[in-house]
């Protein structure tokens, strides 16, 4: 056995299905850091602004006011010279520095102080409160606040902020994405693990032996594959059994057939030797009578087979009143040969006695009870069939006056091809095979008892019914019924 897919194997699926899912879900993560970082950069750098900006009031203002300078003085920077992106620092400086800057003006606006970075004209208007300014080199963030006599101007470069919060969101996402080879390597190997059953599966399945129908057994069984593996198992049964039941069939078909088929050659084989008339008569009488013999074995072996076959699940309410009423019906010329009579008797008379099953094997079921009834009851005797609903469910029972069952056989009657020892009235043997097949299959149960007065058998059959409320009344009904005729008393 092979077995093979056109579609993306499920580990494949999962992996690039996990990729995806931590692109995603990182990359939103990113972005989201990047925003929170960005908001928050933003709160702090705004307020380290506005304290440069006071630190710087309350450290220069009052001396610049008194020093009446024309001038401005211009604090300057050490050399930053080779300071850039990738030196930011030495032990002298920052190249941030060049990114900050300040400026103080008086009241009439002439500028009193500010940073080399600074230009001389303001950097954003007089007023109170913070800005963003577009210049040649960029946009600045600007803090402006008035103090006393002065104003005071605090600015930093927006790139720099930008830059910081793209670091920022870098360092947050960084583990992450660093992480990944680890976590895929590791997610492979789960999954792998996860699907281990199913490829060991695949391998059982496929290194079987045409001919094996037994169980599948696997060293760990998920709980998603064990049903797999369950259904599996029942599907090799089932074949199991069929392929027993036919085996069964062959082997009993050769068996039982091999006695009648000799019976009939022989019989043939007289008639055509017979040295008279007469004899050649009794030949052909004997051939036919093996011949039909033959037939009814034939028969009786198919619907054997057919009693075994399994019942359809959607089963569906059948009336067992109805299915008796026509297997009496159909018994009517057996009866009439043996002259024996039928009593039938249902509680309540009013019921249908509702079964779920398949009304084909029911009236094979009934049909089989009376016939094994009529067979081995007396000439002229009577059979009794009795319906009745109780609270366990919808039970069937036909009596006969016959020589009944010994305690001792009551278990081996449902044997296939067993005939009672002394028993002289011809049969298959299949009859009540038949019923005990089909109760099964219908989840019934059969009892054997005598009859009651110790005369014949007594055989019970209790089905349970489509709806188990209430019996109803308990009226009886009773009909007797001749070799060709219903009567009703």
């Known amino acids: 056995m092979t077995l093979a897919g ?86 002298i400086g920052h190249f941030y520095e060049t990114k900050i800057a300040f400026q103080v003006f008086n009241a009439a606006a002439e500028l009193l102080l500010r940073s080399e970075s600074a230009p001389i004209a303001p950097f954003a208007p007089l007023a109170a409160g913070f800005s963003t300014q577009r210049f040649e080199d960029g946009e600045w963030r ?74 599948v057994t696997l060293r760990r069984s998920p709980a998603e594959i064990a049903p797999v593996v369950t259904a599996l198992n029942g599907l090799f049964k089932r074949v199991h059994d069929a392929l027993a039941r036919e085996r069964r069939f062959t082997a009993a078909a050769a068996h039982e057939l091999r006695t009648p088929l000799a019976a009939l050659k022989l019989h043939a084989e007289n008639a055509w030797r017979a040295a008279s008339e007469s004899e050649r008569k009794t030949s052909l009488d004997r051939m036919a009578a093996a011949m039909r013999k033959t037939q009814r074995l034939a028969v009786q072996m198919l619907a054997f087979s057919r009693a075994s076959a399994p019942t359809d699940p959607a089963l569906r309410s059948v009336s067992l009143r109805t299915v008796v009423e026509d297997a009496i019906e159909e018994s009517q010329p057996q009866m009439a040969a043996r002259g024996t009579r039928l009593a039938m008797t249902c509680e309540p008379d009013d019921a249908a006695f509702e079964v779920r099953g398949d009304r084909d094997k029911l009236s094979s079921l009934v049909g089989n009870l009376l016939e094994n009834a009529i067979r081995y009851g007396p000439q002229k005797g009577l059979v009794r069939v009795a319906l009745a609903v109780t609270a366990r469910g919808v039970t069937l029972a036909i009596e006969d006056e016959g020589p ?68 109803g009344r308990r009226d009886r009904e009773e009909m007797v019924v001749a070799s060709d005729s219903w009567e009703t008393s």
Not at 8 to 29: E, K, M, Y
Request: with cysteine; proline share 6%; hydrophobic share 45%.
């Open 6 to 91: 056109n579609g993306r194997s499920i580990h494949a699926t999962l992996l690039l299905g996990a990729i995806a899912l931590l692109v995603v879900v990182l990359g939103c993560a990113a972005v989201l850091a990047y925003h929170v970082a960005e908001h928050e950069a933003e709160e702090v750098f705004d307020a380290r602004l506005a304290t440069s900006a006071r630190v710087l009031d309350v450290l220069t203002a009052p001396g610049l006011e008194t020093s009446g300078a024309r001038q401005p003085m211009v604090i300057t920077l050490p050399s930053l010279t080779g300071l850039g992106p990738g030196h930011e620092a030495n032990s």
């Open 142 to 215: 600007v803090f402006a606040m008035k103090s006393a006599g002065s104003w005071i101007q605090v600015a930093e470069r927006i790139d720099i902020r930008e830059e910081l919060c793209t670091t920022f969101a870098l360092i947050s996402v960084t583990p992450f994405v660093a992480g990944i080879p680890l976590l895929l390597l590791l997610l492979s190997l789960l999954i792998r693990y996860g699907l281990a059953p199913l490829s060991e599966l695949a391998r059982r399945i496929e290194r079987r032996e045409p001919a094996s129908l037994e169980p």
């Open 404 to 471: 009944g069952i010994e305690p001792g056989l009551r278990e081996r009657v449902f044997e296939s091809y067993f005939r009672a020892p002394g028993n002289v009235e011809e049969g298959t043997g299949l009859g009540l095979a038949i019923v005990k097949e089909i109760a099964i299959q219908h989840g019934a149960s059969i009892d054997v008892d005598d009859a009651p007065g110790g005369r014949g058998a007594r055989i019970t059959v209790r089905f349970s019914p489509v709806d188990a409320g209430a019996p």
